[in-house]
C-alpha cells in the first residue's frame, strides 16, 4: 500500500473508539499494577517467600506483554500518534520492571 493510501486509513478511525481502547487499557494495566503491588505487600509481610513471589511476577509478565502487543498492534488516528506512544513506552517500561524485579529476587535479595 503507497503511503497516501495508508493515511486515508488513519482518517478512517473513529476517535471515541481509539479512546475507548485506550481506557480499556490503561485501566486493565493500572489493575494489574495494583494487584501485583498487593502481592508485593503479601511477599513484604511474610505471607510469601522470594519463590512465591517471583513465581507470581513472573506471572505478571505475559499479562503485561499482552496489553503492551495489543496497544503495539491497535490502528490509532494520525493526530494521536502521541498519545498512543506514550502507552507503548509505559507498557515497555512496566514489563521491564517487572522483569527487572524478578531477577533481583532471583539473584541479588537474600531476604527469606
Not at 486493565?28 to 502481592?39: A, I, V
Not at 496489553?67 to 506514550?86: G, I
Request: positive net charge.
Amino acid at each position: 500500500m503507497n503511503p497516501k493510501m495508508e493515511n486515508l486509513v488513519w482518517f478512517k478511525i473513529d476517535m471515541q473508539d481509539f479512546r475507548t481502547c485506550m481506557n480499556v487499557i490503561v485501566n486493565q494495566s493500572q489493575n494489574l499494577t495494583k494487584t501485583h503491588q498487593d502481592e508485593i505487600g503479601s511477599w513484604s509481610s511474610n505471607q510469601y517467600d522470594n519463590s512465591t513471589l517471583i513465581s507470581v511476577t513472573g506471572a505478571f509478565i505475559p499479562r503485561i506483554e499482552n496489553l503492551l502487543n495489543s496497544v503495539q498492534n491497535m490502528t490509532y488516528p494520525l493526530n494521536s500518534e502521541y498519545v498512543h506512544n506514550a502507552l507503548v513506552n509505559s507498557l515497555k517500561y512496566e514489563t521491564s520492571s517487572y522483569k527487572q524485579f524478578r531477577n533481583y529476587l532471583l539473584l541479588g535479595n537474600k531476604k527469606k
